[in-house]
C-alpha cells in the first residue's frame, strides 16, 4: 500500500530547530539525497450533478461511522490471533477466544444496533477490507460454523450478508467507500489502517476516470419516499 501522511511542521517566525538532528550539513564536494516519502495524488471527483455531490456526502457520512468499527475489530483480532499463537494449551486457547468474544460483542453489540441497513453493509465489507476475511469467516473462526450459519441466517433477514467481500475495482459501492478512505487518510479525517486486501488504488481511480455513481442511492431513496 502507498503511504498517504504528509507532514507539515508551523513554527514561530525567526525560531530556531531545539533539536540538532533536523539540521544537515552539506560540506563542499558532498551529495545531498533527499528521499520524499511516497504520496499519491488523486485526480478531482467527477460528479454529473450538484444532486450527485448531496448523495456522494450522505454516502460519505456513513463510511466515516462505519470504519472504526471495522478498524477496531481488525487490531483486536490481530491481538487475539498473535496471542493464540503464544499459548500451547488447547483448553487455555478456547478460554482465552471466549475471554475475548465476550469482551468484543461487549464492546460492538450496543453500538451496531443502532446502525442503519446500509451502515452495516459497509461494516460487513469493511471488515473484509481490514482483516482479509469476511465477516462469516470470522465468525467461523472464532465459533463453530454453525454459529456462523446462524449469524448468516440472521443478517439476512435485513438483507445483508455476512459473506459480503470488497472489491473495488469491480463493485461501484467498494469503489466509493475506498475513494472516501484513501482522500480521508490524506486529509488525517480518518486514522490509517492498510487493508489487508491487495489492490492498486491509483490504478482503479485512474481506470474509472474518477467518475462518481450514485445513482443507486437515488433508487433507494426514491423507494423509501414511495412508501411514505
Same mark, same amino acid.
Given at each position: 500500500?502507498?503511504?498517504?501522511?504528509?507532514?507539515?511542521?508551523?513554527?514561530?517566525?525567526?525560531? @530556531?530547530?531545539?533539536?540538532?538532528?533536523?539540521?544537515?550539513?552539506?560540506?563542499?564536494?558532498?551529495?545531498?539525497?533527499?528521499?520524499?516519502?511516497?504520496?499519491? /495524488?488523486?485526480?478531482? %471527483?467527477?460528479?454529473?450533478?450538484?444532486?450527485?455531490?448531496?448523495?456522494?456526502?450522505?454516502?460519505?457520512?456513513?463510511?466515516?461511522?462505519?470504519?472504526?468499527?471495522?478498524?477496531?475489530?481488525?487490531?483486536? &483480532?490481530? *491481538?487475539?490471533?498473535?496471542?493464540?499463537?503464544?499459548?500451547?494449551?488447547?483448553?487455555?486457547?478456547?478460554?482465552?477466544?471466549? @475471554?475475548? !468474544?465476550?469482551?468484543?460483542?461487549?464492546?460492538? *453489540?450496543? !453500538?451496531?444496533?443502532?446502525?442503519? =441497513?446500509?451502515?452495516?453493509? /459497509?461494516?460487513? =465489507? &469493511? /471488515?473484509?477490507?481490514? +482483516?482479509?476475511?469476511? *465477516?462469516?469467516?470470522?465468525?467461523?473462526? @472464532?465459533?463453530?460454523?454453525?454459529?456462523?450459519?446462524?449469524?448468516?441466517?440472521?443478517?439476512?433477514?435485513?438483507?445483508?450478508?455476512?459473506?459480503?467481500?470488497?472489491?473495488?475495482?469491480?463493485?461501484?459501492?467498494?469503489?466509493?467507500?475506498?475513494?472516501?478512505? !484513501?482522500?480521508?487518510? %490524506?486529509?488525517? &479525517?480518518? %486514522?490509517?489502517?492498510?487493508?489487508?486486501?491487495?489492490?492498486?488504488? +491509483? %490504478?482503479?481511480?485512474?481506470?474509472?476516470?474518477?467518475?462518481?455513481?450514485?445513482?443507486?442511492? $437515488? $433508487?433507494?431513496?426514491? $423507494?423509501? $419516499?414511495?412508501?411514505?
Amino acid at each position: 500500500m502507498y503511504s498517504f501522511f504528509g507532514f507539515a511542521q508551523k513554527r514561530e517566525i525567526d525560531s @530556531l530547530p531545539k533539536n540538532l538532528e533536523e539540521y544537515i550539513i552539506v560540506k563542499p564536494g558532498d551529495t545531498l539525497t533527499i528521499v520524499f516519502d511516497e504520496i499519491s /495524488i488523486f485526480p478531482k %471527483q467527477r460528479f454529473k450533478s450538484t444532486e450527485d455531490i448531496r448523495y456522494y456526502l450522505w454516502f460519505k457520512t456513513k463510511v466515516f461511522k462505519a470504519y472504526p468499527y471495522a478498524r477496531l475489530a481488525s487490531q483486536r &483480532l490481530d *491481538t487475539l490471533n498473535n496471542r493464540l499463537d503464544r499459548i500451547k494449551s488447547n483448553s487455555k486457547k478456547r478460554k482465552y477466544v471466549k @475471554l475475548i !468474544q465476550e469482551y468484543m460483542e461487549g464492546e460492538f *453489540t450496543d !453500538q451496531l444496533k443502532k446502525m442503519t =441497513k446500509t451502515e452495516g453493509r /459497509i461494516l460487513i =465489507k &469493511l /471488515i473484509h477490507r481490514q +482483516t482479509g476475511k469476511t *465477516t462469516f469467516d470470522n465468525i467461523k473462526e @472464532l465459533r463453530s460454523g454453525w454459529k456462523a450459519f446462524w449469524y448468516n441466517t440472521t443478517a439476512n433477514l435485513f438483507k445483508l450478508s455476512l459473506k459480503e467481500e470488497y472489491h473495488p475495482e469491480s463493485v461501484n459501492e467498494d469503489f466509493l467507500i475506498e475513494d472516501i478512505l !484513501q482522500r480521508a487518510f %490524506q486529509n488525517d &479525517l480518518l %486514522q490509517y489502517q492498510s487493508s489487508k486486501l491487495k489492490f492498486d488504488f +491509483t %490504478q482503479i481511480i485512474t481506470d474509472k476516470k474518477a467518475e462518481i455513481n450514485v445513482e443507486e442511492y $437515488k $433508487k433507494m431513496f426514491a $423507494k423509501m $419516499k414511495k412508501k411514505k
